[in-house]
């Protein structure tokens, strides 16, 4: 099995709203990551957990909190976004510096 | 800091051509290169692993070369078909960052009848 599941596909808020993406993988994979896309543009790296511990921030807004309860799943909490967040975000997962795999996205509509 | 360029931005071609896909890099010290594919508004489909060690690797149509001293890769695919088309992204790790990958700007493929 070399899926990796998004929730939900489609999430439209306000900007004072809190939500939450969630991710999941049982490929045993430890390390788990966050990307945001934009429109026609490369998904850029937003998180890197390793071993269930956070090893990477690129810089990210406060406005959003990862969280990894266990070596399966990833959580993405959102607070008080402003509408240039609208993104896909994708979800993805590798077995150490090996080949990523990534979940099919969040589309995110922040208004 | 590491930028990577794919080249052409776009790409139209009738079906059963045989294409080729560039992607190259600034850093030669790269830990591997990924190729993927993306469909719109979905994830990323990985189609090819390179580690820095290797020279190509091939699934299917598909065949993936790596020339790390010249920073470049070519992504080759046999006898296109419309299901072929997509979004091809070439991403790049680093050494001591071999967790974070710098993604190409992307090339738009499209295969026609």
């Known amino acids: 099995d070399t899926e990796v599941t998004q929730t939900p596909k489609h999430l439209v808020m306000g900007m004072t709203n809190k939500k939450s993406l969630k991710c999941e993988q049982h490929m045993g994979h430890r390390a788990m990551y966050w990307y945001k896309q934009k429109a026609k543009k490369p998904p850029e790296l937003m998180f890197v957990?390793?071993?269930?511990?956070?090893?990477i921030n690129e810089s990210v807004p406060s406005r959003f909190s990862p969280e990894c309860p266990n070596s399966s799943l990833l959580n993405l909490h959102l607070h008080a976004l402003q509408p240039e967040d609208s993104a896909l975000y994708l979800c993805a997962s590798s077995a150490g510096y090996n080949e990523q795999f990534f979940g099919p996205g969040t589309r995110l509509t922040v208004l | 800091k590491q930028e990577v360029t794919q080249i052409p931005a776009a790409l139209s071609v009738p079906e059963g051509e045989n294409l080729v896909l560039n992607c190259s890099f600034t850093?030669?010290?790269?830990?591997?290169l990924q190729w993927f594919r993306q469909d719109p508004g979905k994830g990323l489909t990985s189609l090819l692993l390179?580690?820095?060690?290797?020279r190509e690797q091939t699934s299917g149509r598909l065949n993936a070369s790596l020339d790390k001293s010249s920073g470049r890769s070519t992504l080759y695919i046999a006898a296109s078909q419309p299901g072929d088309s997509a979004t091809y992204l070439c991403a790049v790790s680093g050494w001591g960052t071999a967790s974070k990958l710098t993604f190409g700007t992307g090339t738009r493929l499209q295969v026609t009848l």
């Open positions: 850093d030669s010290a790269i830990y591997n």
């Open positions: 957990y390793s071993y269930e511990k956070l090893s």
């Open positions: 390179i580690q820095s060690s290797q």
